[in-house]
């Protein structure tokens, strides 16, 4: 099995992991932009733009479709967990995130650990990750050429 076999055999993947590592780049740039520091931990949270879950989900579904097709299976199982995917971050999480903060003003004191009220995306966070996953999986895949 040659190289070339290899690599694109793995493209969903390949695809998928780049996009999110774009995306964490991403977030890590706007935050030296903004705040003139980087804080690593940030990395592992959820929350901000742009929306690494999203850019994830969306290169998996793209590359799938790219890949076997969009009358694969595997295509429409990744359709479902994209809805699902990004339901929970904009819906859930989010929700959750707003919840946090409430309790972080009324119910915490100032002494106390507070919760991580960046839980969630924003509409534009959601469609700037699916959008970044759309080009990231395009240029992934135009550099891997099937």
């Known amino acids: 099995m040659s190289t070339v076999n290899i690599i694109s055999d793995f493209f969903p993947l390949i695809s998928s992991f780049s996009a999110?590592?774009?995306s964490q780049i991403i977030k890590l740039s706007i935050m030296l932009l903004k705040k003139n520091?980087?804080?690593?931990n940030s990395l592992s949270r959820s929350g901000g733009m742009p929306s690494s879950h999203s850019a994830l989900i969306t290169?998996?579904?793209l590359s799938l479709?790219?890949?076997?097709?969009?009358t694969?299976?595997?295509f429409f199982i990744a359709?479902?967990?994209?809805?699902?995917?990004?339901?929970?971050a904009r819906g859930i999480r989010h929700a959750v995130g707003k919840h946090a903060k409430l309790i972080?003003?009324?119910v915490l004191s100032h002494n106390e650990t507070q919760l991580n009220e960046a839980i969630g995306h924003t509409l534009p966070e959601i469609i700037i990750g699916i959008c970044l996953g759309v080009i990231v999986t395009l240029a992934v895949f135009k550099?891997?050429?099937f």
């Open 37 to 40: 520091q980087i804080k690593w």
């Open 59 to 61: 290169s998996i579904t």
């Open 79 to 88: 359709v479902v967990m994209s809805v699902i995917v990004i339901y929970d």
């Open 104 to 106: 972080n003003n009324k």
């Open 72 to 74: 694969s299976s595997y």
């Open 143 to 145: 550099t891997i050429v």
């Open 20 to 22: 999110m590592i774009v």
């Open 65 to 70: 479709a790219l890949k076997e097709g969009i």
